[in-house]
């Protein structure tokens, strides 16, 4: 079996255990390299190439350090690796990125060039519901068509048929969660409320929200306090939960909800891969009519 059939079953593999990984591709080689063209990489979340080979450390570092911005912000880069005379001739320095590629000097005297994808392979982002109101229910429905994870923990008595769900936890013990972008979502209103929330502050997410009105939320919060839970998690639970989009329906709750996650899950992308202000003005002129440019 080939070093690249290994790499490709690795990868499958890495997909399937939800696993975040990089995997990294020479596209293109110029003059001496160690790598050819075709061949990958695994990089692991910890930054350790798991499999294959991309070179050695002419390459290594410009791309471990891509592959770590890569995971962090969900957007694929190209890295051009070139001898520091052949970055003079196209006027950029090792570090500088033009036209969507970073480049990197090799000081290998074999000075050759290697252009590698860096392409960030994420898991589903994890959706976890607890309780079995009609929010909640919608909820899970609705974000598993958006590729989440769903994971839907309640009392299996107050279930009245199976909720579509990729997990379900009978109670709110959660246990071991998928290890990935987590986000939390307490909608028991009125059943368990405390079970739920407590269960809820106690998970590692990077949003945690509560249906139900601020000053429910609010006793709850004196409740818990009481317990000895620390204030600053609970205080980390958005109550109500979503965009004020003024939802009546259980539906349109759970649509404003999946709304304000979706803007919380991709902060940092868009302005990644949003275009600079000056290409903003410069798409604007163009849309402008002709006339309306003349100076």
């Known amino acids: 079996m080939t070093t690249q059939v290994e790499v490709l079953d690795l990868v499958a593999q890495m997909k399937t255990a939800e696993r975040a990984f990089v995997l990294a591709t020479v596209v293109r080689t110029v003059s001496v390299t160690a790598a050819k063209a075709g061949a990958k990489a695994i990089i692991a979340a910890d930054g350790r190439i798991v499999a294959g080979w991309i070179g050695g450390g002419c390459a290594r570092g410009a791309v471990l350090k891509a592959a770590r911005e890569a995971l962090a912000d969900g957007v694929p880069r190209m890295v051009s690796v070139q001898p520091e005379n052949l970055l003079a001739e196209?006027?950029?320095?090792?570090?500088?990125?033009?036209?969507?590629?970073?480049?990197?000097?090799?000081?290998?005297?074999?000075?050759?060039?290697m252009d590698i994808f860096v392409e960030p392979v994420l898991?589903?982002?994890?959706?976890?519901?607890?309780?079995?109101?009609?929010?909640?229910?919608?909820?899970?429905?609705?974000?598993?068509?958006?590729?989440?994870?769903?994971t839907l923990a309640a009392p299996s008595a107050d279930l009245a048929s199976q909720p579509e769900a990729d997990t379900l936890i009978d109670g709110y013990s959660l246990g071991e969660l998928?290890?990935?972008?987590?986000?939390?979502?307490?909608?028991?209103?009125?059943?368990?409320?405390?079970a739920a929330l407590r269960a809820a502050v106690a998970v590692e997410a990077v949003y945690h929200a509560f249906v139900g009105s601020r000053r429910k939320m609010a006793a709850l919060r004196a409740k818990l306090i009481a317990e000895g839970i620390d204030a600053t998690a609970i205080d980390r639970v958005k109550a109500p939960a979503g965009l004020d989009l003024g939802a009546i329906t259980p539906e349109e709750i759970a649509m404003s909800i999946l709304a304000e996650i979706t803007q919380a899950r991709r902060r940092g992308q868009r302005a990644a891969t949003s275009p600079t202000d000056k290409e903003k003005i410069d798409h604007a002129d163009d849309r402008q009519p002709a006339h309306s440019r003349i100076p």
């Open 90 to 113: 196209l006027g950029v320095s090792a570090g500088e990125s033009r036209d969507g590629i970073r480049f990197a000097s090799n000081m290998c005297p074999s000075k050759g060039t």
């Open 178 to 194: 998928t290890e990935t972008k987590r986000f939390v979502v307490v909608s028991t209103q009125g059943k368990g409320d405390e």
């Open 123 to 150: 898991p589903h982002p994890s959706l976890v519901v607890l309780g079995a109101s009609p929010v909640a229910l919608s909820l899970a429905a609705q974000a598993r068509t958006l590729g989440f994870h769903v």
